[in-house]
């Protein structure tokens, strides 16, 4: 489907044909109508801050008295030192966000949260771009049973209901991961397992957008030409046709981040998601509606943080849309 | 016509086939269904070893999937482990109508989804009623005024409201509606449940209960497809067709309602047809968080309990509903649209 793009779009599409400016390449001018959208541009500044305060917040604001180890400590082990004569605390100057049920600072565990909910938001997102591109490049340009296979599979995944996909894919693999270690952190198995779950539950859509561009794609002289020359199949893919449609997929792991990062959030409200002490803004809220009437901070600031980060990873790929593609060939995928 | 749609129905049989085996596959790795049978007093482990060859566990899984799929009436079992097939089968299998029974109740899957289904279905009906009408007219509106503050202000809150996880919104509008309304003394909504066991189940109980999930559904989506009626009625403006309408004499609202509004709600018709099916999956998080006893909540339940003949039959049901809708839709949308034809 086509959407109507922007009137600055427009605008800048008008400015960029015009002689003013004639050597501008393409991804110039895909960049200067993405800084014209104004949403787009506070999406990435506010998208900017989280990121800032997942990263840096810790070593800045995550520093406590912890009563159970008697003794000051900061960073992570502040996020999970559980004090439980300080539970269910309201927000307060030593709590910013107030404690949960087991008596953990909000504020830091949203910190460190974070980290895991934006980490799990990209990996799965770059997951679902890589196992789109490929499947949907690989059906369209082999064509035949290939094609009618990869495809029949994709329709199959797009007939059962997506949540229902990840509660049963966090099943199937739940608790069956090792832990690891990234960026000076422990991480368990779980945060892996949800993001090879979300990754493998999401790339159907940009299979098919793929899929009919490569179509029309592989038709084209240049690549009947790279054939002759005698470049390999593999080659061919990778090189020639799926950089011919890199919008679509940069529009797609834009707002698969932001899919991924609410869907983690559902497995986890579930009570499906990340296990253990590492936090997410996801597992944060397991259990918290239960603390509705009492403690409504325990849902309210991890869930606003949430609606934040995805409200400006859409606003920055709508205009990401609208900056690559103004013609609307990659359609609405959210 | 006809041929078209048998065409259509042929094609969905190895597609539905496919996704049975993608499931089945899947539901493998959920552990030992026996294991977390009987919580409070767990059997014997010899008993488990009887309990897993009358549910024909100990079976290789190509011949459970069998057994699943056209039953095993037609072969006796070996069902004292003596290693001589003496008993003969039961079940029917889902080709014959026969999803088996859960293993948690031991009742029908059919007639546990029977008693949930009329509950999902009452909630998201009602949701779907009032995303239509809503989108519509939020659509329409915003189309009419494109660029107006109306219309951006329009634009900003739908960003909003498709970019909220839908237990933000959920215990955002419990914590207005009902615990805030009651502290302050004025008449508040219930949280939970489909009605008040006090007052028995009644329409108004039902009713009252049913505003806060239904308008915690509902503005998701409006968010969502007030958008698209708005893009696609855009689109059917800018058309040379409104354009001689307009200088044949209509006036700017006869054009809109007589030949836009046609145009552009035929995509629209589309996305709500391919939507429908999923109506019967219900919300899992919303039933969740409302305690509403639906599908959603049915399926939740049994993926805890690994009871896969439930689960396979909630999912194989939907995936049968999502294919019969997509050939209803395409159908329905050849003889709204006569520029299409099928073939």
Not at chain 2, 34 to 60: F, H, S, W, Y
Not at chain 2, 155 to 181: C, D, E, Q
Request: proline residues 5%; aromatic residues 10%.
């Amino acid at each position: 489907m086509t959407t109507a793009s922007s009137p600055s779009a427009v605008v800048d599409l008008a400015e960029g044909l015009a002689p003013a400016s004639p050597s501008l390449s393409p991804m110039a001018l895909a960049q200067r109508r993405f800084r014209r959208h104004r949403m787009a541009m506070v999406g990435t500044a506010v998208l900017g801050l989280l990121v800032l305060f997942v990263s840096f917040g810790g070593p800045i604001w995550a520093r406590g008295y912890c009563a159970p180890l008697q003794q000051t400590v900061s960073g992570e082990a502040w996020a999970n030192c559980n004090d439980t004569s300080e539970k269910l605390r309201a927000p307060s100057a030593a709590h910013w966000f107030g404690t949960d049920v087991i008596g953990r600072d909000i504020f830091a565990r949203t910190i460190y949260g974070g980290q895991i909910s934006l980490l799990i938001g990209v990996a799965a997102a770059l997951m679902e771009v890589v196992l789109g591109a490929v499947i949907g490049a690989v059906a369209a340009y082999y064509g035949g049973w290939v094609d009618s296979a990869l495809m029949r599979f994709t329709e199959a995944m797009l007939n059962i209901p997506s949540l229902f996909l990840l509660i049963i894919g966090a099943r199937f693999f739940g608790g069956g991961l090792p832990t690891f270690h990234l960026l000076g952190r422990e991480l368990t198995g779980s945060v892996l397992m949800i993001i090879l779950i979300i990754g493998a539950t999401s790339w159907m859509y940009l299979a098919r957008i793929v899929r009919a561009n490569v179509l029309s794609l592989r038709e084209r002289e240049y690549v009947a030409a790279a054939r002759a020359l005698g470049v390999s199949n593999v080659r061919i893919i990778f090189t020639h046709l799926l950089p011919n449609t890199l919008a679509p997929m940069i529009v797609s792991a834009t707002l698969g981040v932001a899919n991924a990062i609410i869907s983690e959030a559902y497995v986890s409200f579930l009570g499906l998601g990340v296990q253990g002490a590492t936090a997410t803004w996801g597992n944060m809220l397991d259990g918290a509606y239960q603390y509705l009437e009492q403690a409504p901070w325990l849902w309210f600031f991890p869930g606003t943080l949430i609606l934040l980060t995805v409200l400006s990873i859409n606003f920055v790929g709508d205009g990401l849309r609208d900056a690559l593609d103004p013609h609307g060939v990659t359609g609405h995928s959210g | 016509m006809t041929t078209y749609i048998l065409r259509r129905l042929l094609q969905a049989v190895p597609q539905l086939l496919i996704i049975s085996v993608i499931l089945f596959a899947l539901m493998q790795g959920f552990g030992d269904p026996v294991a977390t049978l009987g919580a409070r007093n767990p059997p014997r482990p010899e008993d488990k070893i009887r309990l897993r060859r009358m549910l024909g566990l100990d079976q290789p899984v190509y011949v459970q999937y069998l057994v699943w799929l056209v039953g095993n009436d037609w072969m006796k079992l070996d069902m004292d482990g003596d290693g001589v097939p003496e008993t003969p089968g039961q079940r029917k299998g889902v080709l014959r109508g026969d999803f088996g029974n859960s293993l948690v109740t031991r009742r029908p899957v059919l007639d546990m989804i029977a008693d949930r289904l009329p509950n999902t279905l009452l909630l998201m009906v009602t949701a779907e009623l009032v995303i239509v009408v809503a989108s519509l007219a939020i659509g329409i509106y915003s189309a009419a005024r494109q660029y107006s503050l109306a219309d951006n202000v329009i634009t900003a809150f739908s960003f909003v409201g498709f970019s909220m996880p839908v237990f933000w919104l959920a215990l955002t509008l419990m914590y207005i509606f009902a615990v805030n309304f009651k502290r302050w003394g004025l008449p508040y909504l219930p949280t939970v449940g489909m009605f008040d066991p006090a007052a028995g189940k009644t329409w108004g109980e039902l009713a009252r209960h049913m505003v806060l999930p239904v308008t915690t559904l509902s503005i998701i989506s409006i968010a969502g497809y007030s958008r698209f009626v708005r893009s696609s009625m855009l689109e059917v403006l800018n058309q040379d067709y409104i354009r001689t309408a307009r200088a044949k004499g209509l006036n700017r609202s006869q054009a809109m309602w007589r030949h836009a509004l046609q145009n552009a709600a035929l995509p629209f018709i589309t996305i709500i047809g391919l939507d429908l099916p999923f109506l019967l999956a219900g919300a899992v998080v919303t039933e969740r968080i409302f305690a509403w006893p639906g599908m959603g909540r049915l399926f939740i339940d049994h993926t805890e309990r690994a009871d896969f003949p439930m689960l396979m039959g909630i999912l194989m049901l939907i995936a049968a509903a999502v294919v019969v809708f997509q050939i209803i839709t395409d159908v329905f949308y050849s003889f709204l649209d006569p520029r299409i034809r099928l073939g």
